[in-house]
T-cell receptor, first 112, second 114 residues
Framework: QKEVEQDPGPLSVPEGAIVSLNCTYSNSAFQYFMWYRQYSRKGPELLMY????GNKEDGRFTAQVDKSSKYISLFIRDSQPSDSATYLCAMSDNNAGNMLTFGGGTRLMVKP | DVKVTQSSRYLVKRTGEKVFLECVQD?????MFWYRQDPGLGLRLIYF???????EKGDIPEGYSVSREKKERFSLILESASTNQTSMYLC?????????????FGDGTRLSIL
């Protein structure tokens, strides 16, 4: 079993929909959680960075962490075709020396 | 904004060649990382470095080496390229080892070994 599980998709939604992307993990020591967006043939771009449990909002994006369930989510409101990309979750613990454990990524397609 | 620059976007080399992939960051980051990304396998860590002249093996170091002579530059070396090293190579950097800050990535080098 992988340490971080992420549905590979593809997830196809119509423009304007609310998108929910999720990761589950098994290591209860993870405390730092990140979401990256990766367009085709480009490097991952940091979208959201959160520490411990709770919500963080940035524009149309909301990151949610539920440590009790070992479950993190990224919500995208009013999705746009430009949001079409692969979304990677990543996480680390206090003792990891800044090492990240990545999910495999979910491919999202937003159709006009 | 953090800028991580990889010297080549696309590279084609022949089996047995020695290949150098270069990465430069402009934010005085101490940590630098090399990954490869393959469909179905995700991101896999090859090597990383916490300081100049320092290097640590990641999960898949076989067939690779690295060099960090200056803080801003981290080079990945394929000693004798093989076809199974055809992949997307990503460089990343982050601030300091004991500070849990996210990694910032370059745009990658798509390497083909013929």
């Amino acid at each position: 079993q992988k340490e971080v599980e992420q549905d590979p998709g593809p997830l196809s939604v119509p423009e304007g929909a609310i998108v929910s992307l999720n990761c589950t993990y098994s290591n209860s020591a993870f405390q730092y959680f990140m979401w990256y967006r990766q367009y085709s043939r480009k490097g991952p771009e940091l979208l959201m960075y959160t520490y411990s449990s709770g919500n963080k909002e940035d524009g149309r994006f909301t990151a949610q962490v539920d440590k009790s369930s070992k479950y993190i989510s990224l919500f995208i409101r009013d999705s746009q075709p430009s949001d079409s990309a692969t979304y990677l979750c990543a996480m680390s613990d206090n003792n990891a020396g800044n090492m990240l454990t990545f999910g495999g990524g979910t491919r999202l397609m937003v159709k006009p | 904004d953090v800028k991580v620059t990889q010297s080549s976007r696309y590279l084609v080399k022949r089996t047995g060649e020695k290949v150098f992939l270069e990465c430069v960051q402009d934010m005085d980051h101490e940590n630098m990382f090399w990954y490869r990304q393959d469909p179905g396998l995700g991101l896999r860590l090859i090597y990383f470095s916490y300081d100049v002249k320092m290097k640590e093996k990641g999960d898949i170091p076989e067939g690779y080496s690295v060099s960090r002579e200056k803080k801003e530059r981290f080079s990945l070396i394929l000693e004798s390229a093989s076809t199974n090293q055809t992949s997307m190579y990503l460089c990343a950097s982050s601030l300091r080892r004991n500070l849990n800050q996210p990694q910032h990535f370059g745009d990658g080098t798509r390497l083909s070994i013929l």
